[in-house]
Structures are given as C-alpha cells and as structure tokens.
C-alpha cells in the first residue's frame, strides 16, 4: 500500500517560514499526484498545495500562492511543503496526501492516503 509520513511542523511568528517533509514509501503506481493539505481550527480539511509525480506540475491554492512551494526529491521520495510568510490564519494541521488520476486534485475527498498531520502554529 502507500504510507505517508509528515515532519516539520512546529511554531512561528507571523512572517517566519517552515519547511514540512514528506516521507512516502510503498507502491508508486498508486500515486501520481501527492498533495499538501491543511485544518485549520473550526473549518474542512482544504487543499494547499498539489504535484503531479510525472511531469513535476504544480497546482497550488489562491490563499498561499507566492508564499508556499511543493517540491519532491525523487530519489528519496519526499515531498516537501517551504512555507514563507506565514500569516496566523496559516495555522493547523499539515496533511500530505497521495492518490492517482485525481479530476479535483485540491479536495480532500479525492485522496485514499494520508499521513497523521504535523501540527503549525503561527502567533
């Protein structure tokens, strides 16, 4: 199967950056498409950020476009999330998630693998 594993969150001040990891490991050919996910208190789970494995495109969300980059290195299967002027309303719980041939790649509801969350608090 595919197992996701997130590292790196932590806390901030408003402004400071952050650099979230993502270990994946098990079945390629059951993911093309991994993705950041975050939420935030009281509200859904809501795309961040998407990469397709294949050709390295990106797909990222109105609220943190110019501020947060999705990157991956191959050779060792990490995702990564740099977040860079990050705001208190950035604040919950980071989610990397994998799934193939998404049609949404942005909503939660598309993927069937997810990691257990990296906490993110800015203040």
């Known amino acids: 199967d595919v197992q996701l594993l997130e590292s790196g969150g932590g806390s901030v001040q408003a402004g400071g950056s952050l650099k979230l990891s993502c270990q994946a490991s098990?079945?390629?050919?059951?993911?093309?498409?991994m993705g950041w996910f975050r939420q935030r208190p009281g509200k859904d789970r809501e795309g961040v950020a998407v990469?397709?494995?294949?050709?390295?495109?990106?797909t990222y969300a109105d609220s943190v476009k110019g501020r947060f980059i999705i990157t991956r290195d191959k050779a060792r299967d990490l995702v990564y999330l740099q977040m860079n002027g990050l705001q208190p309303e950035d604040t919950g719980v980071y989610y990397c998630?994998?799934?193939?041939?998404?049609?949404?790649?942005?909503?939660?509801?598309?993927?069937?693998?997810w990691g257990q969350g990296t906490q993110v608090t800015v203040s």
């Open positions: 998630a994998a799934d193939l041939l998404l049609m949404r790649p942005l909503e939660a509801s598309e993927y069937n693998y």
């Open positions: 098990g079945y390629t050919y059951k993911r093309n498409c």
């Open positions: 990469l397709w494995i294949g050709g390295a495109q990106t």
